[in-house]
Structures are given as structure tokens and as C-alpha cells.
Nanobody, 122 residues
Framework: QVQAVESGGGMVQAGGSLRLSCVVSGGDFRTFALAWFRQAPGEDRKYVSAITWSSNPYYADSVKGRFTISRDNAKNTVYLQMNSLKPEDTAVYYC????????????????WGQGTQVIVSS
């Protein structure tokens, strides 16, 4: 059974940084495409970033240049380094894993974490 567990959320002032981590266990991590999504209150879950099994990164326009996704196959972990945070980045951040390749669509991923809260104050 594949499980994904996020950590690293918290509260930070605008302009600050946070690094989210997600450990994915129970499957062949090296074959997974991995992604981060976020969901603010009253909104749909939205794509943030994805990384292919071969470590090619992709970003939503809203975070390009501020966020960096990476993976460590030895640790079964995907990271999201978030810099220059803005109040509009406030959301619950979810890690997702799937075998069908990187995508912006939530339906493309097979496994999800429980989420970690990020709050950016102005």
C-alpha cells in the first residue's frame, strides 16, 4: 500500500521561505511522477508543480521563479522549496504520486497525502 506523508508547513511572513517534504512509501518511488497541489478555503485543488521520474520539473505560472521542486530517490522524498512567499500562497498543500507521468490534472495521480497547511501573513 502506497502512502504519502507531507511535512514542513507552517506560518511565515510575506517574503519568507518554507520547504515542504513528502515521503512516499510502499511503491517503486523511482517510477513515480510526483506533484504538489494546493487548496485554499472555498476553492478547488490547484496544480502547483510536478516532477517526472527523470527529474524534469514543471511549474504553474503563479509560482514559477519562486518555487523549486526536487526529488531524492534514495530517501523516497519529494520537496517543494518555496521562496518569496505571498499571502495568496496560503493553502493546504498536497503531495501526489502516480505512474502515468507528470500532469496538471488531479485525476492523473493515484496516491495523495493528507496535506500540510501553509499560512503566509502580510
Amino acid at each position: 500500500q502506497v502512502q504519502a506523508v507531507e511535512s514542513g508547513g507552517g506560518m511565515v511572513q510575506a517574503g519568507g521561505s518554507l520547504r515542504l517534504s513528502c515521503v512516499v512509501s510502499g511503491g517503486d518511488f523511482r517510477t513515480f511522477a510526483l506533484a504538489w497541489f494546493r487548496q485554499a478555503p472555498g476553492e478547488d485543488r490547484k496544480y502547483v508543480s510536478a516532477i517526472t521520474w527523470s527529474s524534469n520539473p514543471y511549474y504553474a505560472d503563479s509560482v514559477k521563479g519562486r518555487f523549486t521542486i526536487s526529488r531524492d530517490n534514495a530517501k523516497n522524498t519529494v520537496y517543494l522549496q518555496m521562496n518569496s512567499l505571498k499571502p495568496e500562497d496560503t493553502a493546504v498543500y498536497y503531495c501526489a504520486a502516480g505512474v502515468a507521468g507528470a500532469s496538471r490534472n488531479t485525476d492523473h495521480y493515484d496516491y495523495w497525502g493528507q496535506g500540510t497547511q501553509v499560512i503566509v501573513s502580510s
